[in-house]
Each structure stands twice: as C-alpha cells, then as structure tokens.
C-alpha cells in the first residue's frame, strides 16, 4: 500500500547524461511506486548532444518504465526555463522539481509529509553541495544579497531548486505573463504556505561545473523581471537629478540678482545648462516609469521549442479508469 494517496509528478532536468539515466529513473521510479498511489516521471532533455535522447526514447518503449514522459529540447535554455518545461507539462496533485545529479528524490517522502500537512510549497536544501571555483560562490553571494535587498527572499537559501508544489501553486504561476523566469521566486514570494528543509545527501558528482557568464545573464534577467527595484532607482535618480538643476537654476537666477561682479555670460550658460539638464532628467524620469508600465504587460512570447515528445506504452493510470476503447 502506498504512503500517500496523491498523484506525484517528479521533474528532472538532464544533459549529456546517458551513461547515468537507466540508474537515475529506474531508482526514482521504484521508490515512487511504493511512496504514492499514482506518480508521473517528467524528463526534459535540455538539448543533450550525446545519445540521451535515444536511451531515454528506449526507456518509455516496451520493457521500459511506466509513467514516463519525456520532452527533448531543440536548443538548450537555462535551468528555470527548462524545469518549467516539466511543470507546465504535470498533471499531479503535486509537483517535485530537483536535479537528479544533486538532489536526492528519496527526501520527497518527507517534502510529501509537510504538503499533506497544509504546506503549499516545500524547499529542500542539500547541505552536500557539488563544489564551484571560487570566483563563482563569490558572484554568486554578491548576487544573492543583491536580490534578497531587491526581494527580500535569500534565493541559495530560502529558494532552492529542489522543491515541491501544489497544483493550485502551478496553476497561479502559469497566469503570470512570463511564468518561465518568474517560477524561481514567485513560489516562495506570492505568500502561499510555505516550509524549507535542511538535508544531507551526498550528490552524483563532486564538481558541477557552471558557466559564469551563462549564471550572470540569468541572474540580471531574474533580478530585472521579478522586481521593480533597479527602475524605480533609474526614475528616483532621474527626479532627483530634474530637482537638483531646478534649484540650481534658482541659485543661477538669486547670483544674478543680488551680486553684482559676475563673469559675463554666466548666469546664461549656467541657465542654458541646468534648464537642459532639467528636461533630459525628466525625459528620463518619464521614460523609466513607461518602460515600468511595459515591462509588466509585456510577454516574449515562447521560451522554448520541443522538438520531441513520446510517452510511455505502460500508464498505470490508464488501468485504472473505466475506460473501454472501441476498436
């Protein structure tokens, strides 16, 4: 008999892991089927260039794995966009998101416990964490205290990747216009019943290696969609710069009626200068709340294209309707 009476759906994010599948989804696989009643294994391949898609095409064939889903991706994308791939895609009463090569999906058991409880969204760290060269953990902290200042959320440790969410948590990010990149924080920001859990696992692999500047572009991207703080500081900037030429025309305008020795042609340039000032200041002030505006309607449209989709032959699920198919 099962542990809980629920519909999981797990989410791995893999790339040029072939070797290591068959291991990684028949475990996961095992485990869910003694822990739920019904379950969903959602592998997105994020555009592997070595033979993972055709193992894991061979994986949802006969003889392969129940309840196995993969989506191959035609180019590769960031780690939110491409776990959002997997959530948008479950059809579970809750969603698990983790990175097979770090986290340890024996811990959902105990993410499930706290979700049956009341909890909305569950976060899990692993303590045991895949090292990275130093100048990564040193941009990474800067930027982790950069968004917790914008945000108020620490995302390293208060939002990791792995996590567990409801359906109603997915449902009300997919509303979002651009739900791919806002995923991350939105869950842990949008005031839903939340719990973070500590654990110790060591991962798949020591060393995970990160691009810098891949992590830097998608770090700007999440700081500038996700809050308002680095425009209201460009339109502050701006009015107080259209305020600081407005009392300095002032001061130009007091000089040259009370003094009587000024240089000829001064308060002239000077007024010229500041009343330019003024305006482009406020050109910009304007500028910055209307990009504002537009940045909260806006959509980019898709973020990614899946170039395969197959299923398995075997769905348990499917046994269990009372369903019978006309031939």
């Known amino acids: 008999m099962s542990a809980f009476p629920v519909f999981l759906s797990v989410v791995y994010v893999v790339r040029n892991q072939s070797t290591r599948l068959d291991g990684i989804l ?10 739920v009643s019904d379950h969903e294994l959602i592998v997105v391949d994020n555009a592997s ?8 095409k061979g994986l949802t064939g006969k003889g392969g794995l129940p309840n196995l889903q993969v989506y191959a991706l035609t180019t590769e994308v960031d780690a939110d966009v491409a776990f959002w791939v997997g959530l948008e895609n479950a059809l579970g009463d809750f969603v698990a998101v983790l990175d097979p090569l770090v986290d340890d999906v024996n811990f959902v058991a105990e993410m499930l416990d706290k979700a049956m409880q009341g909890a909305d969204v569950v976060f899990a760290r692993n303590q045991q964490e895949p090292r990275q060269d130093l100048v990564y953990r040193y941009a990474a902290t800067i930027f982790d205290g950069l968004y917790k200042a914008c945000n108020g959320v620490h995302l390293h440790k208060e939002v990791p990747q792995y996590r567990l969410l409801s359906k109603r948590v997915v449902n009300f990010i997919l509303q979002h216009p651009q739900p791919a ?3 991350r924080h939105l869950s842990a920001t949008a005031g839903f019943s939340r719990v973070n859990l500590d654990y110790s696992a060591k991962p798949l692999v020591d060393n995970q290696e990160k691009s810098l500047g891949e992590s830097i572009n998608r770090g700007l991207r999440l700081l500038v969609s996700t809050t308002r703080v680095p425009m209201r500081v460009v339109t502050f900037l701006s009015l107080f710069g259209a305020g600081a030429n407005l009392l300095y025309s002032l001061y130009v305008v007091a000089v040259a009626l009370f003094k009587e020795d000024v240089a000829a042609g001064w308060v002239s340039l000077s007024l010229q200068q500041s009343g330019m000032f003024f305006l482009i200041s406020l050109v910009l002030f304007v500028l910055g709340e209307y990009i504002l505006h537009m940045a909260s309607l806006s959509n980019d449209g898709p973020l990614y294209h899946v170039g395969q989709e197959f299923t398995s032959e075997h769905i348990t699920r499917r046994e269990k309707l009372n369903i019978e198919e006309m031939r």
């Open 181 to 183: 990149i806002t995923y």
């Open 49 to 56: 260039d070595d033979d993972s898609v055709a193992a894991l």
């Open 26 to 35: 028949r475990a996961a696989s095992s485990l869910l089927a003694t822990l």
